[in-house]
């Protein structure tokens, strides 16, 4: 079971776009989180309205802000700022907008602590998210473990097996058809004896921008400031 948001802006934002950053369908690198999840007093606060503005357009908002989300922003210190510092550490910067994208199995924002189940799960969303997968541009997915349980569970993808299929480095691959790969990693917001792990992951990941740069992805050219 989940909590929707109470923010009616949020929720109306979210539905005309579920996803942040590029089109999920354009993207080089697509990364599947469970629910998009924030403060139930958040539309109170003075960063709500960079959260709408990184609603609207995650391209534009890495372009003018430097950061990929509000979070990292310096007047904000709630809760998912690690999750994003952590995810920061990749190293994508905003000459790679227009290259990543973010998208979650629950089609509406939440607040709280959830506990997602398949019942949760809208199947028209679930639908377009394997289309995404299977024929959109992404050849870099990268799914948690909670992730990827709640996939297997909702049989909408078939493809998606129940181990990996192979390690590259310190990621395994759960699925790859020609260059086309989904990678299952940790959360980014766990921490302590995780935490080595997740570096090392961040590195592996890492290497694949790099990888991408020297063959048919290129990082867009930044013209004038941030």
């Keep these: 079971m989940y909590v929707p948001h109470p923010s009616r802006e949020l929720t109306e934002l979210f539905a005309q776009k579920p996803f942040q950053g590029v089109a999920p369908e354009r993207a080089a690198f697509l990364f599947v989180g469970l629910d998009a999840n924030y403060g139930v007093q958040i539309a109170a606060k003075a960063i709500f309205t960079k959260i709408l503005e990184y609603h609207a357009d995650g391209v534009a908002f890495w372009y003018k802000h430097g950061v990929h989300h509000p979070f990292l922003l310096p007047d904000y210190s709630g809760d998912g700022r690690m999750y ?40 028209s969303h679930l639908k377009m998210l394997n289309a995404v997968i299977l024929d959109g541009d992404a050849a870099h997915i990268f799914l948690p473990a909670a992730v990827a349980r709640l996939m297997r569970a909702s049989r909408i993808f078939p493809w998606l097996p129940q181990t990996p299929i192979k390690r590259s480095g310190a990621l395994d691959v759960l699925f790859k058809n020609g260059d086309k790969t989904v990678y299952s990693h940790l959360h980014f917001s766990v921490y302590g004896k995780f935490e080595q792990k997740k570096s090392e992951q961040a590195i592996a990941m890492r290497s694949l921008i790099e990888q991408s740069a020297n063959n048919s992805f290129k990082p867009k050219p930044l013209s004038g400031s941030a």
């Design 84 to 123: 994003h510092r952590s995810f920061s550490k990749i190293g994508f910067t905003p000459a790679h907008a227009e290259l990543v994208s973010f998208i979650e199995l629950l089609h509406v924002p939440t607040v709280g602590r959830n506990a997602l189940v398949v019942s949760d799960l809208a199947q």
